[in-house]
């Protein structure tokens, strides 16, 4: 069986054995039209369960074989960059922090976000979730779009002749200069020997690969 057939033979298990229906709409038309989705995914995690999105067929999310029961009369969509409970259903559940607090075995404290560490919203496997402060979670913070460089911590200035790339990082609510690059390869790899020393196991970096991965 390959890893498509696995996924979906999982995804359709996990329903049938808590008890999911199986007249009417059954799971297995679901699976079935997974099936051809998964074939386009460069990979997937084997020990996860997928969740459909009801208004992004073109989309998924994947949960621990543990939270499959999440799915049990209710639908998920994406809201944003989240996944939240079908506003259908008169609930607005976010995945992510029902999983969490799953996880926990209680509620999430006041004042604290749930952070995915590989930075996918979509990715609400147990292992890819903490608990983390307002501040930790923006260590973790993707890159901007809108950024000329293209990296984290790393933008163009002008204003300087030669050396034009700088390199800045946050820290302690202060925005502090590292340095100033020939180019933003180099003021990259500046940002991220120091926000492994601020930031540590929160860090998003730019070249996890250098640190032994993390990222």
Known sequence: MNKVALQADLWYNKLINIGAPVGGGTPQRLVNNLCWRLITMASI??????????????????????????MIDRRWGLTGAYVRCDYKMREHTLLHREVMERKLGRSILPGMHIDHINGNPLDNRRSNLREVTPLQNQFNKRV???????????????????????????????????????????????????????HQGYAKLNFPEDQGGGG
């Open 45 to 70: 995690p084997l020990h996860c369960v997928l969740v459909p999105l009801s208004n992004r067929p073109d989309t998924w999310a994947i949960i621990s074989p543990e939270d499959a029961d999440v």
């Open 144 to 198: 901007q779009r809108q950024t000329i460089s293209g990296y984290k911590g790393v933008a163009y200035d002008k204003r300087q002749l030669k050396r034009q790339w700088i390199a800045r990082i946050r820290h302690n609510g202060k925005q502090y200069t590292i340095g100033y690059y020939a180019t933003p390869e180099e003021a990259a790899h500046a940002y991220d020997e120091k926000a492994v020393i601020y």
